[in-house]
């Protein structure tokens, strides 16, 4: 795949994009300056990423809030360096042509005699949160910066030094075959043969990494649950945990900073201590939060810090200062160490695929399971054309049709406490990422986010406990989702719960 490139974009487009944006009213809050427009452009865009029908999946994961105004700044030619990726001409020339024409689209309709050399050919140039493969080391700062205004907010230096370590780092993962990282092996990034999960040598790698089974469920006969719980730690977090261990040593990062209600976080300090790392987990909690579960993890040698959760919804960098870090990174939402969604939960995505069942029910709290699932369907959906990631042997047209459903609660005071969250700030772009899969009929058109109904718990809880199954009400939610909505389900198709466990604290 060829180098990104950017091209600049000529008066009659800008033209084409001002006309739209005054159609949208947006321009009426802005000065009068000749390149006021471009607040008003920002906000325009990001209605239009938001709400425009069947927009390229693609685009809604680039700008889940819009381009920043620093990239359409670039973009118009009035800041260096100049010009706009494809993505992001892409992106204004859908937006103005109201969703119908493309960049190339609209150059060959409207301007080929005079800006033919500005059409794209061959392969798409590399957008701006995609690996770049041939990457050039003069430019990883440009990329790097582009990556951050992307994110949720402005990252600091040292989240931008940690982005550019990576980049570097994954111009050499086509050749990978297996890594010591400071005491850490790492036997494969996707052979099935050579699992990573749970990691030596504690643990014996296997894969799939859990199990699963059928279980019985009153007035259904195709009902199986993957469970998690056997995991170290006892949750799924445990995945996630071993690879912020692996970023931790590999990046010599001194502080990591995550807000949690417990399994997150005992799992990432289970990991720390397990292989003697000196990064230090600065935990936020909620006040509420149990002092039995932040005894626990003080115990664990995790720092505790407390706030009311409920006041507003802070920022990575609002994170950072609450829990006195300094020299190190936020990863509550993600970004700096899975900048693409798909890193934390992929291998347990693949093994959940594998069973290619017809319905999903998955626990969503913060949607990162949940969300990690739907990249890797979509991705594996593209791949058919070409070649499958080893790890999949499922049926990409059962998982096309497969209805994904995200159980969660809105209730502060519910039993399934770990799925509820004060502020959520990537719950719209999930639900439009959804909704752009459903409408390009990557995954059943049932799929959604669903909030489950608290009579449901006792008999999901009830059911486990028949099966020897360890879980707590946040974990088992995907019962009873299933339980919740048993009156609307096809009786005999394959319903697969995942339980995500329990949290096993040291004693």
Same mark, same amino acid.
């Given at each position: 795949?060829?180098?990104?490139?950017?091209?600049? =974009?000529?008066?009659?487009?800008?033209?084409?994009?001002?006309?739209?944006?005054?159609?949208?009213?947006?321009?009426?809050?802005?000065?009068?300056?000749?390149?006021?427009?471009?607040?008003?452009?920002?906000?325009?865009?990001?209605?239009?990423?938001?709400?425009?029908?069947?927009?390229?999946?693609?685009?809604? #994961?680039?700008?889940?809030?819009?381009?920043?105004?620093?990239?359409?700044?670039?973009?118009?030619?009035?800041?260096?360096?100049?010009?706009?990726?494809?993505?992001?001409?892409?992106?204004?020339?859908?937006?103005?042509?109201?969703?119908?024409?493309?960049?190339?689209? #609209?150059?060959?309709?409207?301007?080929?005699?005079?800006?033919?050399?500005? /059409?794209?050919?061959?392969?798409?140039?590399?957008?701006?949160?995609?690996?770049?493969?041939?990457?050039?080391?003069?430019?990883?700062? %440009?990329?790097?910066?582009?990556?951050?205004?992307?994110?949720?907010?402005?990252?600091?230096?040292?989240?931008?030094?940690?982005?550019?370590?990576?980049?570097?780092? !994954? $111009?050499?993962?086509?050749?990978? %075959?297996?890594?010591?990282?400071?005491? #850490?092996?790492?036997?494969?990034?996707?052979?099935?043969?050579?699992? !990573?999960?749970?990691?030596?040598?504690?643990?014996?790698?296997?894969?799939?990494?859990?199990?699963?089974?059928? =279980?019985?469920?009153?007035?259904?006969?195709?009902?199986?649950?993957?469970?998690?719980?056997?995991?170290?730690?006892?949750?799924?977090?445990?995945?996630?945990?071993?690879?912020?261990?692996?970023?931790?040593?590999?990046?010599?990062?001194?502080? /990591?900073?995550?807000?949690?209600?417990?399994?997150?976080?005992?799992?990432?300090?289970?990991?720390?201590?397990?292989?003697?790392?000196?990064?230090?987990?600065? /935990?936020?909690?909620?006040?509420?939060?149990?002092?039995?579960?932040?005894?626990?993890?003080?115990?664990?040698? %995790?720092?505790?810090?407390?706030?009311?959760?409920?006041?507003?919804?802070?920022?990575?960098?609002?994170?950072?200062?609450?829990?006195?870090?300094?020299?190190?990174?936020?990863?509550?939402?993600?970004?700096?160490?899975?900048?693409?969604?798909?890193?934390?939960?992929?291998?347990?995505?693949?093994?959940?695929?594998?069973?290619?069942?017809?319905?999903?029910? /998955?626990?969503?709290?913060?949607?990162?399971?949940?969300?990690?699932?739907?990249?890797?369907?979509?991705?594996?959906?593209?791949?058919?054309?070409?070649?499958?990631?080893?790890?999949?042997?499922?049926?990409?047209?059962?998982?096309?049709?497969?209805?994904?459903?995200?159980?969660?609660?809105?209730?502060?005071?519910?039993?399934?406490?770990?799925?509820?969250?004060?502020?959520?700030?990537?719950?719209?772009?999930?639900?439009?990422?959804?909704?752009?899969?459903?409408?390009?009929?990557?995954?059943?058109?049932?799929?959604?986010?669903?909030?489950?109904?608290?009579?449901?718990?006792?008999?999901?809880?009830?059911?486990?406990?028949?099966?020897?199954?360890?879980?707590?009400?946040?974990?088992?939610?995907?019962?009873?989702?299933? #339980?919740?909505? $048993?009156?609307?389900?096809?009786?005999?198709?394959?319903?697969?719960?995942?339980?995500?466990? %329990?949290?096993?604290?040291?004693?």
């Amino acid at each position: 795949m060829k180098k990104a490139s950017a091209k600049r =974009i000529p008066k009659e487009i800008l033209d084409l994009v001002r006309e739209q944006l005054t159609r949208t009213g947006h321009h009426e809050s802005v000065g009068t300056g000749r390149w006021s427009f471009i607040h008003g452009l920002q906000k325009a865009v990001k209605d239009f990423v938001k709400n425009a029908p069947a927009l390229d999946p693609q685009l809604s #994961l680039s700008y889940p809030q819009g381009p920043s105004e620093d990239l359409l700044r670039r973009a118009f030619n009035l800041k260096s360096p100049p010009g706009a990726t494809q993505t992001l001409r892409n992106l204004l020339a859908l937006f103005a042509t109201q969703n119908t024409q493309d960049w190339n689209s #609209l150059i060959n309709e409207r301007f080929r005699d005079k800006y033919k050399s500005l /059409v794209d050919a061959g392969e798409d140039d590399m957008e701006e949160v995609k690996p770049m493969q041939s990457l050039g080391t003069e430019n990883m700062d %440009s990329f790097a910066t582009k990556i951050a205004n992307v994110l949720i907010e402005k990252l600091s230096n040292k989240e931008i030094d940690l982005l550019k370590d990576q980049l570097r780092d !994954e $111009k050499r993962t086509d050749h990978f %075959s297996g890594e010591e990282i400071e005491g #850490l092996y790492v036997p494969s990034q996707n052979d099935p043969m050579k699992p !990573e999960f749970p990691p030596r040598p504690f643990y014996e790698p296997k894969f799939p990494a859990s199990s699963t089974f059928q =279980i019985d469920v009153p007035g259904f006969t195709n009902v199986w649950l993957k469970d998690e719980s056997t995991n170290p730690t006892g949750t799924h977090k445990s995945r996630m945990a071993w690879e912020v261990l692996i970023k931790a040593k590999q990046y010599h990062i001194k502080e /990591v900073s995550i807000i949690s209600s417990g399994s997150a976080a005992a799992a990432i300090q289970h990991f720390f201590n397990l292989y003697k790392v000196n990064t230090k987990l600065k /935990v936020l909690m909620d006040f509420k939060i149990s002092k039995e579960i932040k005894d626990s993890l003080r115990k664990m040698g %995790s720092e505790i810090y407390e706030t009311d959760l409920s006041r507003q919804s802070l920022t990575g960098k609002e994170i950072k200062e609450l829990t006195h870090n300094k020299e190190g990174i936020d990863i509550t939402y993600r970004e700096i160490l899975d900048r693409y969604n798909d890193n934390y939960y992929d291998w347990l995505s693949y093994e959940i695929m594998n069973e290619h069942p017809s319905w999903c029910f /998955v626990p969503f709290g913060t949607g990162d399971l949940f969300v990690n699932i739907l990249i890797i369907a979509e991705r594996e959906f593209n791949n058919r054309i070409y070649k499958h990631d080893p790890r999949f042997s499922g049926d990409i047209q059962k998982i096309s049709k497969c209805h994904f459903l995200g159980a969660t609660t809105h209730d502060a005071n519910s039993r399934m406490d770990k799925l509820f969250s004060y502020y959520l700030p990537s719950l719209d772009d999930y639900q439009f990422y959804i909704n752009s899969l459903i409408q390009n009929q990557r995954i059943g058109n049932l799929s959604g986010i669903l909030e489950v109904d608290e009579t449901f718990i006792e008999e999901a809880l009830e059911i486990s406990k028949k099966h020897s199954i360890r879980c707590e009400p946040s974990g088992i939610a995907g019962l009873a989702l299933l #339980l919740q909505m $048993k009156d609307e389900l096809p009786k005999d198709e394959k319903m697969l719960i995942i339980n995500t466990g %329990s949290t096993i604290y040291p004693a």
